[in-house]
Nanobody, 126 residues
Framework: VQLQASGGGLVQAGGSLRISCAASEGTFSNYAVGWFRQAPGKEREFVAS????????YYADSVKSRFTVSRDNAKNMVSLQMNRLEPEDTAVYLCAARESISFRWVLASARHYDYWGQGTLVTVSS
């Protein structure tokens, strides 16, 4: 499966943005999709994940209650709705996919994903 992230941009602190990850040359069936982000000079960090079949979601503590990950079966797409954005959320956001699994520690680790999109830049101004 190939992944294409889109929807990034510039937003003021406190604002909202929705980014999406579309699958091509395949579907998300039997996959879990994760969102990660990487700021300049920092390590890639887990943001959120969703299991396509069960809909089970996990979030990093830093985004819980502000971000929501969801799936759209008809569009074969996973989206990340980001509200109350903060300058610290500025990063390149990447989506990734791997075989469905229920363990949060696996889904929160970038090295356990097999497929990656190219990323989309989110910039939050103060």
């Amino acid at each position: 499966v190939q992944l294409q992230a889109s929807g990034g941009g510039l937003v003021q602190a406190g604002g909202s943005l929705r980014i999406s990850c579309a699958a091509s040359e395949g579907t998300f069936s039997n996959y879990a999709v994760g969102w990660f982000r990487q700021a300049p000079g920092k390590e890639r960090e887990f943001v959120a994940s969703i299991d396509w079949s069960s809909g089970t979601t996990y979030y990093a503590d830093s985004v819980k209650s502000r971000f929501t990950v969801s799936r759209d079966n008809a569009k074969n797409m996973v989206s990340l709705q980001m509200n109350r954005l903060e300058p610290e959320d500025t990063a390149v956001y990447l989506c990734a996919a791997r075989e469905s699994i229920s363990f949060r520690w696996v889904l929160a680790s970038a090295r356990h994903y097999d497929y990656w999109g190219q990323g989309t830049l989110v910039t939050v101004s103060s």
